[in-house]
């Protein structure tokens, strides 16, 4: 039971980093809780969206700009190792404004992301209709980001798990770290509820539940879990090609077979996997305002994920600056499926001593904000 590196934590981003690390021959174990990519990893849109979550510079931009470019060979690398295809789709993401007053924010965002990109387009009502027949004629205005695309969640969470697998690390699911072993001021291990596991160097990538470890070793991180809801419904015909996301926040992602995902709440102290009647009220009425033909679709499923959000927005992801051999990835929020190639990447470079990799790693460090203590 003795390993290179151990990861807690099973989802996309903590199967990224095991998957690069094999692949770089080490041998690695994977801690789950319950199934590989069966929280948040799972339960996500799949939005791709490395420009629209943006309006100003940000450590996260350069990433996830970088990330996104990344997923075309990771597609086709997961396709001939798993026989897997998740579903990768480049057809674009529509920012819309469905009311006057949120023209300027929104126009805003535009001419930073344009100043950036110029195949970025500003699109009034009518540039809209045409791009998408069925858009509601409410629409104000909006940003066409054609690089932006989308994934199937669900499958990218099952390739990679499947590939880890492939590539012989050692999976323990249904298998809970419940404490650190610690000795010399060194993280060697984790007591499990089943074992003792042991490695050289660990890794906390347990997303909203990595305080929960975390706090064994008398520290915490500021973050919260924040429960976003989802549903699905499926049409007669393609409504639209485009991803949709209206300023509120609410989107419309096309997946395969005619079907429609639309998301998401956003209840922060929440770590319930229940979906609510109002949650789900609230999305049917703020998508048929965008997508008025959705009515006639047929509902499918509605579903739930817990996100882990940090105090200022941003992941952690170095290592602990007290305890030696411990390393903590975790705080996507969001953006855990759009950052799932660069950060298994650059984490997995970073922790086997890649200098460059920890100096694109430098924003993210535990020290900008770590706390002792209890969270607030």
């Known amino acids: 039971m003795m390993y290179d590196i151990l990861v807690i934590g099973g989802g996309v981003i903590g199967c990224s980093i095991a998957y690069h690390l094999a692949k770089k021959g080490h041998r690695i174990a994977i801690v789950e809780r319950g199934e590989l990519g069966q929280e948040a990893s799972s339960a996500a849109g ?45 057809e674009g993401l529509l920012k819309m404004a469905s009311s006057s007053k949120d023209l300027e924010a929104i126009h ?37 980001i054609p690089e932006d695309g989308q994934v199937s969640a669900p499958k990218l969470s099952k390739a990679l798990a499947t590939a880890c697998k492939k ?30 596991l042991f490695g050289h160097q660990t890794i906390i990538a347990s997303g909203a539940w990595s305080n929960q470890l975390l706090k064994k070793t008398g520290r ?110 975790t705080g996507h929020y969001r953006n855990g499926i759009l950052l799932t190639p660069i950060t298994g990447k650059l984490f997995s470079d970073y922790i086997t001593g890649n200098r460059e990799a920890s100096e694109r790693l430098k924003p993210f460090s535990l020290d900008r904000s770590f706390v002792g203590g209890e969270i607030n």
């Open 167 to 196: 590539m012989s690390v050692s999976i323990y699911e249904r298998t809970e770290a419940i404490d650190m072993i610690i000795q010399n001021e060194k993280v060697v291990g984790v007591k499990t509820n089943h074992h003792e």
């Open 220 to 329: 915490s991180i500021p973050m919260i879990p924040v429960k976003g809801e989802c549903y699905s419904v499926i049409c007669d015909q393609p409504l639209i090609r485009k991803t949709l996301f209206n300023v509120n926040g609410c989107y419309i992602v096309p997946k395969s077979e005619n079907r429609l995902l639309i998301g998401a709440t956003s209840t922060p102290h929440c770590d319930q996997h229940h979906v609510s009647v109002a949650g789900l009220h609230s999305l049917i009425i703020q998508a048929t305002a965008m997508l008025p033909k959705i009515k006639e679709s047929t509902f499918e499923r509605a579903w739930a994920g817990i996100r882990p959000q940090t105090g200022d927005g941003m992941p952690y992801m170095g290592e602990h600056p007290e305890l030696e051999n411990l390393y903590i990835c």
């Open 46 to 90: 799949g939005m791709l969206g490395s420009q629209n979550e943006f309006d100003e510079e940000h450590p996260l931009f350069p990433l996830a700009q970088k990330s996104r470019q990344m997923y075309p060979n990771l597609q086709a690398e997961l396709k001939e190792l798993t026989g897997i295809d998740i579903e990768l789709v480049q």
């Open 108 to 144: 805003r965002q535009y001419q930073f992301l344009s100043s950036r990109n110029p195949h970025i387009t500003w699109c009034e009502r009518d540039d809209l209709l045409q791009m998408e027949t069925n858009l509601s004629e409410e629409v104000e205005a909006g940003i066409y």
